[in-house]
């Protein structure tokens, strides 16, 4: 059965780091484009970032271009998060997730948003001080 589990969440000082962990289980992660996105209480889903399957290219929103590093490790089937330079509008559940890229190549964030197929439950990040 096809699997996420993420963690590395919790509550962070603004301006401070969190490295968050998606671990695969089920399915093989070379195959898929794999990316985060988060949700905001009262507020839609927002693409963070993404590493196309085709080429290996990354993408990355403009809100946390420069702060955020997307990485895979395909020998341990996880995809990483490093956040870092964090904001309290920062605050969100983080989700990995896995696209077959059924409709193309994924692009852009934008394009990895809507051709997900797979996602994990979440885990809580808190920018406060």
């Known amino acids: 059965q096809l699997q996420f589990v993420e963690s590395g969440g919790g509550l962070v000082q603004p301006g401070g780091s969190l490295r968050l962990s998606c671990a695969a289980s089920?399915?093989?992660?070379?195959?898929?484009?794999i990316g985060w996105f988060r949700q905001a209480p009262g507020k839609e889903r927002e693409g963070v970032s993404c590493i196309s399957s085709s080429d290996g290219t990354i993408y990355y929103a403009d809100s946390v271009k420069g702060r955020f590093t997307i990485s895979r490790d395909n020998a341990k089937n996880t995809v990483y998060l490093q956040m870092n330079s964090l904001k309290p509008e920062d605050t969100a559940v983080y989700y990995c997730?896995?696209?077959?890229?059924?409709?193309?190549?994924?692009?852009?964030?934008?394009?990895?948003?809507?051709?997900?197929?797979?996602w994990g439950k979440g885990t809580q990040v808190t920018v406060s001080s």
């Open positions: 997730a896995a696209s077959r890229s059924g409709l193309g190549p994924i692009t852009s964030v934008r394009s990895f948003m809507v051709q997900i197929d797979y």
């Open positions: 089920g399915f093989t992660l070379d195959y898929y484009a």
